[in-house]
Nanobody, 114 residues
Framework: QGNIVESGGGLVQPGGSLRLSCVVSGAIVSNSGLGWYRQTPGKQRELIAGISPNGYITYAKSVKGRFTISRDNAKASSYLQMNSLEPEDTDVYYC????????WGQGTRVTVSS
């Protein structure tokens, strides 16, 4: 079963960029969809970007055109390049399968504020 570790979050000004990374150790991800999710306290976790095993990509409307998901099967990793960040993007970000199939990691916190 996979153990997920996300990294790359932090404090950034509006309009700035961040690149999130996740590693799924103990799992072979090449046949799995991978996704990035975010969660605001008190709300449901939301899928914002997904990438299928063959590279088909989907985005939530709220991030389309600003975020880019990618994957590296050899490293069992996924990445989320986030550009043009807005205060509304402030959240804890998680990586998992799409649909989710491994225990959730701790997430990485992104704060967009001036």
């Amino acid at each position: 079963q996979g153990n997920i570790v996300e990294s790359g979050g932090g404090l950034v000004q509006p309009g700035g960029s961040l690149r999130l990374s996740c590693v799924v150790s103990g799992a072979i991800v090449s046949n799995s969809g991978l996704g990035w999710y975010r969660q605001t306290p008190g709300k449901q976790r939301e899928l914002i970007a997904g990438i299928s095993p063959n590279g088909y990509i989907t985005y939530a409307k709220s991030v389309k055109g600003r975020f880019t998901i990618s994957r590296d099967n050899a490293k069992a990793s996924s990445y989320l390049q986030m550009n043009s960040l807005e205060p509304e993007d402030t959240d804890v970000y998680y990586c998992n399968g799409d649909p989710p199939q491994w225990p959730w990691g701790q997430g990485t916190r992104v704060t967009v504020s001036s």
